[in-house]
């Protein structure tokens, strides 16, 4: 009977301790991750996700490059471009594409081609940061008309200018509205007028918003007459709108050479290769032809960027 009871009671014991090792690994764990959130808040410098139900990768990672100074301008380049993605998960896909292109070049092409390759896949990737924050400042733009419009009907009924901003980022669509948010939201926690304006202006500069903003900030100070400006840059920015978009028509078939002139280089490389197998990787396995290919991608580039430097036109 004793032995029986002795039985029990070490049961007992034994499954009491399961049980509280269980809920001391669920604590401990539940305990890690309220930590980590709290300090991916903390090092977080940009915009709050867009879409709160998104699992986020490469937690990690995030926090590891946001003790950066690179991984910290990586962040506020994101910002301004409107994607919903982390330091860590852009990191993580450049890389992706670098090595891709590096064994697709190495593969198709030859051995010497793929770090040429990866070099590419970097600047892919910087091209595209930037080609989505200048698309993200064209539709910017694009609404600043609407956006004077509707600041200028709401100061003429009588609202403050801080309540006008605040009744714009409700109406107007992204981007206008993400970052009108953003300016009424900096208001609301004390940030003056000038440098919540001054902000929005350094993210997503443009004249048509530098003139803007020097006008909201000067009838501010001045106390002038606000609803007369912002009717006269209404007119204005729809002139200077319609300018732009004549421009960007004429400039398409430039803008398309520009990319053009690479891409055919490429191509002469793919069939060459095709028409005769092995001549790249004969060619590059001596110093002069690597010297040659170099120049011959390097003179590309120099096309290509004059082609765009020349092609531009400031309105």
Request: hydrophobic letters at 50%.
């Amino acid at each position: 009977m004793e032995l029986h009871t002795l039985v029990q009671l070490t049961l007992g014991a034994t499954l009491l301790a399961c049980v509280l090792a269980v809920a001391g690994v669920h604590t401990h764990a539940r305990g890690r991750s309220r930590r980590a959130a709290l300090v991916d808040r903390l090092s977080h410098t940009g915009p709050p996700p867009a879409a709160p139900g998104r699992r986020r990768y490469f937690r990690d990672l995030d926090r590891r490059l946001r003790r950066t100074r690179p991984g910290r301008r990586l962040e506020r380049r994101l910002a301004t471009t409107g994607l919903d993605v982390t330091p860590g998960e852009f990191f993580v896909a450049m890389l992706v594409t670098v090595a891709a292109l590096w064994l697709i070049g190495q593969a198709a092409l030859a051995p010497f081609f793929g770090p040429i390759a990866g070099l590419l896949g970097v600047g892919a990737a910087v091209q595209f940061l930037n080609w989505q924050r200048q698309r993200r400042i064209e539709r910017f733009i694009g609404q600043l008309p609407e956006l004077a419009r509707i600041l200028a009907n709401a100061t003429q009924a009588g609202l403050a200018l801080r309540t006008a901003i605040g009744m714009a980022a409700e109406e107007l669509e992204a981007p206008a509205g993400e970052e009108l948010a953003k300016v009424a939201d900096q208001l609301s926690v004390g940030h003056s007028l000038d440098d919540a304006l001054g902000e929005l202006a350094d993210r997503l500069p443009s004249r048509e918003l530098v003139v803007l903003v020097t006008t909201l900030v000067l009838a501010n100070r001045a106390g002038g007459q606000v609803v007369s400006a912002l009717r006269n840059l209404t007119e204005t920015l729809e002139e200077r709108k319609e300018t732009r978009r004549e421009i960007r028509t004429q400039l398409s078939q430039v803008t398309m050479t520009s990319y053009a002139v690479p891409a055919l280089g490429v191509g002469a490389l793919f069939l060459m290769n095709g028409v005769r197998g092995g001549a790249l990787a004969r060619m590059t396995g001596s110093p002069a032809g690597q010297i040659c290919v170099l120049i011959a991608f390097a003179l590309y580039a120099v096309g290509f960027v004059l082609i765009r430097r020349l092609s531009r036109i400031d309105v």
